[in-house]
């Protein structure tokens, strides 16, 4: 799975980046020309407690690629901007990161502070750009040789979109039909893509829970349907740069349960409709990451093809019933550990043991 981070120059997404993926990656505007890479670990007290129970070779947690993707500066053209659209173009998500924080060091390229109108920018850049081209795949739909047969399901479409766009409304929120979202997925349109909004604090802001345009920029989220997690780069900077064990009582002493990164996965998680299932055993702990609704022959593909083609049966147990339990042993003596087939829709959390043959 892989989620681009996005923002205007100098909001702090790199700084996002290297506290999700422990990049390293250099900040500051003007550095790089092109987008930086890393894996994040989904941190999951589950695969905590398994590893307890098992005490394996080796622990895996559910990981997500991120991709820090070079600041836009809205109403350029040229290269920055193609590279911009086309890194967006190929990730499956997008974090819009926007800066509430001040700072004399780090100044603002548009000066003053405005999380909202920062917010408003990229978006009506995204807009703009589906607009484009929509406008130019409707022409191919309409005109003269290019003109296709049997095109009405795809003009009826991309007029539907045409409207909501027209009105500001990305396409993520609009409601689709089946045979239109099947229509839909042979274009790449920006704003169809699912989003996160992460808002970047100073710590005074973070401690009181409030900064400037808040409200408002609420509002717009929820009626657009992106959560909103705040964060704090500096301060989750300086905490990364303390031993593990004294991380949690630091944040503690703010007022924090648990870094904002972790928000920030699970709101990901939510937002693409994404869960988790676990394999054990005294080799590997491991969580796999697959979409809510997929059944067990298509969760084992995710293991290995191979797993899939020659399933027969899963042995599954959900966590919950496993903590009560204590053991494999004691949950099987409980009766608890089920047999399902192929078509069983596996659930968050479950731990589940394929058996197959090829």
């Excluded at 003007?30 to 670990?41: E, F, S, Y």
């Excluded at 005109?143 to 396409?171: V, Y």
């Excluded at 007022?255 to 988790?276: F, N």
């Amino acid at each position: 799975m892989e989620i681009g981070i996005i923002g205007l120059p100098q909001v702090g997404k790199t700084t996002l980046f290297n506290l999700l993926t422990e990049g390293g990656a250099a900040t500051g505007f003007g550095n790089r020309d092109k987008a930086n890479i890393g894996v994040a670990n989904v941190s999951d007290p589950r695969i905590d407690y398994l590893a307890g129970i098992y005490s394996p070779k080796k622990v895996t947690y559910a990981q997500i690629e991120f991709i820090d993707i070079v600041g836009l500066e809205p109403g350029s053209n040229g290269k920055g901007t193609r590279d911009f659209l086309n890194a967006v173009q190929s990730v499956d998500a997008l974090v819009q990161v926007v800066r509430a924080f001040r700072s004399d060091t780090v100044p603002h390229f548009r000066g003053e502070i405005d999380a909202m109108r920062d917010l408003d920018l990229l978006q009506a850049e995204l807009l703009l750009t589906d607009l484009q081209l929509l406008e130019t795949r409707i022409e191919r739909l309409t005109s003269g040789r290019n003109k296709q047969k049997n095109g009405e399901a795809d003009l009826a479409l991309l007029e539907k979109c045409r409207t909501h766009l027209e009105n500001e409304e990305p396409l993520v929120q609009v409601e689709f039909t089946d045979d239109e979202l099947a229509l839909l997925r042979q274009y790449t349109f920006y704003t169809a893509k699912p989003m996160l909004i992460a808002v970047n604090l100073d710590e005074e802001e973070l401690t009181n829970g409030e900064y400037d345009g808040q409200m408002e920029l609420l509002g717009w989220a929820e009626d657009n349907g992106m959560p909103v997690v705040p964060i704090c780069g500096k301060l989750e900077e300086e905490i990364t740069g303390l031993p593990k064990d004294e991380r949690l009582p630091f944040l503690a002493d703010l007022g924090l349960p648990e870094p904002g990164i972790d928000r920030l996965a699970r709101a990901a998680y939510r937002q693409l409709d994404l869960i988790s299932y676990f394999t054990v055993g005294n080799d590997e702990v491991r969580a796999w990451t697959i979409r809510a609704g997929m059944n067990a022959r298509e969760a084992a593909g995710k293991i290995h093809s191979d797993i899939a083609r020659g399933f027969i049966r899963a042995e599954v147990i959900s966590y919950e019933d496993f903590c009560k339990s204590g053991n494999m042993a004691r949950a099987k003596e409980k009766g608890l550990c089920r047999l399902e087939g192929k078509e069983y829709i596996v659930k968050d959390g479950d731990i589940i043991s394929f058996r197959f043959n090829v």
